[in-house]
């Protein structure tokens, strides 16, 4: 039994667009352009602080390994600040 097989082939179309993954609310913070001893100043409320610091930590750990710099993340009486310390 011979099936006639239906397909297209298309080429130099590029890699397939992302469809899942972990999307980042903080992939917009400019990690890569602070100097040392610069600072990232993020107002919030207290309670947002409280859900929000361990995901910005999480996010500065990561790139602080992709560029190869590093990052301290702390409770500020105005919110979270983000210190490139090196």
Same mark, same amino acid.
């Given at each position: 039994?011979?099936?006639? %097989?239906?397909?297209? =082939? #298309?080429?130099? =179309?590029?890699?397939?667009?992302?469809? /899942? @993954?972990?999307? *980042?609310?903080?992939?917009?913070?400019?990690?890569?352009?602070? /100097?040392?001893?610069?600072?990232?100043?993020?107002?919030?409320?207290?309670?947002? =602080?409280?859900?929000?610091?361990?995901?910005?930590?999480? #996010?500065? +750990?990561?790139?602080?390994?992709?560029?190869? %710099? %590093?990052?301290?993340?702390? %409770?500020?009486? #105005? @919110?979270? /600040?983000? +210190?490139? *310390?090196?």
């Amino acid at each position: 039994m011979d099936r006639e %097989k239906r397909f297209r =082939v #298309y080429e130099n =179309v590029g890699p397939p667009p992302s469809s /899942g @993954g972990r999307k *980042t609310r903080w992939g917009d913070l400019p990690l890569d352009t602070i /100097g040392v001893n610069g600072l990232i100043e993020m107002p919030m409320e207290p309670s947002e =602080v409280q859900s929000q610091i361990h995901a910005i930590r999480s #996010y500065a +750990w990561r790139m602080a390994k992709k560029l190869d %710099k %590093k990052f301290s993340v702390r %409770k500020t009486d #105005y @919110g979270i /600040g983000i +210190w490139r *310390t090196q």
